[in-house]
């Protein structure tokens, strides 16, 4: 039942997706398979915070230091293959199922939020869903390179030999509880902040300006929603795959996080995620647009 409800739903999207559909594909894998990989250091760093008990009261930089005078410097690119390969399929389906189902989400509800905010879940439960084993071998290589030696695909089978397929999934609640409100938070905002930032200029030409700095800004005014909203499932995601070992249940990592720190252990390493998040949403979505326009789609909000 569910693989034939599964295959109902791709072949519907990849009905949709006929004609220029395959542009956005491509604009939304290679803008965030780029903006992850430049930003690998930083989530290195953040990811250890979050599961590393030595570092979760440094700052960004003492963190920093301290992994690379005790580990190398190489240290800080651990994950650096499974980011860009599992977010160019990410990136592509995440931004491409959510503009190709506007149409059809608009008839259903007939309201211009609520279609975004539908396309947006969609989109962030098909991407969890497909990032899932590659951020499971990204968290695995930064909280133990000691057992991730060799490339990251022969870790990702050595994971899949000795725990089984259920490791490469285990992360998958917590998944969604980080990239849907992530995929939503970011692609409804920054469609909404950038309509509004053209709508200002109704009346008058769009000079080619107003096309780099009004998606800048809400480039980066998205980024400090979409850090804020997914933060809580960060924390989920780095603790359920951090080490080998069974998979616990996520109400009882929450019920284990609030017992520990309260409310805060949710937001521990946010102020490294602002730096992090900050740099591949805004790098994202600027990529997303002048890659849109490159394939002769229109900017984002601009019409």
Same mark, same amino acid.
């Given at each position: 039942?569910?693989?034939?409800?599964?295959?109902? %739903? =791709?072949?519907?999207?990849?009905?949709?997706?006929?004609?220029?559909?395959?542009?956005?594909?491509?604009?939304?894998?290679? $803008?965030?398979?780029?903006?992850?990989? %430049?930003?690998?250091?930083?989530?290195?760093?953040?990811?250890?915070?979050?599961?590393?008990?030595?570092?979760?009261?440094?700052?960004?930089?003492?963190?920093?230091?301290?992994?690379?005078?005790?580990?190398?410097?190489?240290?800080?690119?651990?994950?650096?293959?499974?980011?860009?390969?599992?977010?160019?399929?990410?990136?592509?389906?995440?931004?491409?199922?959510? !503009?190709?189902?506007?149409?059809?989400?608009?008839?259903?509800?007939?309201?211009?939020?609520?279609?975004?905010?539908? $396309?947006?879940?969609?989109?962030?439960?098909?991407?969890?869903?497909?990032? $899932?084993?590659?951020?499971?071998?990204?968290?695995?290589?930064?909280? !133990?390179?000691?057992?991730?030696?060799?490339?990251?695909?022969?870790?990702?089978?050595?994971?899949?030999?000795?725990?089984?397929?259920?490791?490469?999934?285990?992360?998958?609640?917590?998944?969604?509880?980080?990239?849907?409100?992530?995929?939503?938070?970011?692609?409804?905002?920054?469609?909404?902040? #950038?309509?509004?930032?053209?709508?200002?200029?109704?009346?008058?030409?769009?000079?080619?300006?107003?096309?780099?700095?009004?998606?800048?800004? $809400?480039?980066?005014? #998205?980024?400090?929603?979409?850090?804020?909203?997914?933060?809580?499932?960060?924390?989920?995601?780095?603790? %359920?795959?951090?080490? !080998?070992?069974?998979?616990?249940?996520?109400?009882?990592?929450?019920?284990?996080?609030?017992?520990?720190?309260?409310?805060?252990?949710?937001? =521990?390493?946010?102020?490294?995620?602002?730096?992090?998040?900050? =740099?591949?949403?805004?790098?994202?979505?600027?990529?997303?647009?002048?890659?849109?326009?490159?394939?002769?789609?229109?900017?984002?909000?601009? %019409?």
């Amino acid at each position: 039942m569910t693989t034939s409800l599964a295959s109902l %739903v =791709i072949g519907y999207i990849l009905l949709v997706s006929r004609g220029g559909g395959w542009r956005y594909y491509l604009a939304g894998g290679l $803008c965030a398979a780029i903006s992850h990989a %430049v930003a690998t250091p930083i989530d290195v760093v953040k990811t250890r915070k979050q599961v590393d008990p030595d570092l979760v009261n440094q700052n960004f930089i003492q963190a920093t230091q301290t992994i690379v005078q005790t580990e190398g410097l190489s240290t800080l690119l651990a994950g650096f293959g499974p980011t860009t390969f599992g977010y160019l399929i990410e990136g592509s389906l995440k931004f491409g199922i959510y !503009e190709i189902l506007k149409p059809t989400m608009a008839k259903i509800f007939q309201n211009p939020l609520l279609s975004l905010l539908g $396309c947006g879940t969609i989109s962030g439960i098909v991407a969890s869903i497909v990032l $899932c084993p590659m951020e499971a071998i990204r968290i695995r290589m930064v909280s !133990e390179p000691e057992h991730f030696k060799k490339n990251w695909i022969q870790g990702g089978y050595q994971m899949l030999k000795q725990e089984g397929v259920s490791a490469l999934w285990k992360g998958l609640p917590p998944m969604l509880y980080k990239q849907v409100p992530y995929t939503i938070s970011k692609n409804v905002a920054f469609d909404v902040l #950038t309509k509004l930032g053209y709508s200002l200029l109704v009346g008058s030409t769009i000079a080619a300006g107003a096309k780099l700095w009004i998606p800048f800004t $809400c480039a980066v005014l #998205t980024s400090v929603l979409a850090t804020l909203f997914s933060q809580p499932g960060d924390v989920l995601l780095s603790l %359920v795959n951090a080490h !080998e070992g069974n998979r616990q249940r996520t109400r009882h990592m929450i019920s284990d996080i609030l017992e520990a720190s309260g409310p805060a252990g949710f937001f =521990i390493g946010t102020k490294t995620r602002f730096l992090h998040v900050g =740099i591949i949403v805004t790098m994202q979505l600027m990529l997303y647009d002048i890659l849109k326009r490159m394939v002769g789609i229109a900017a984002t909000g601009s %019409v």
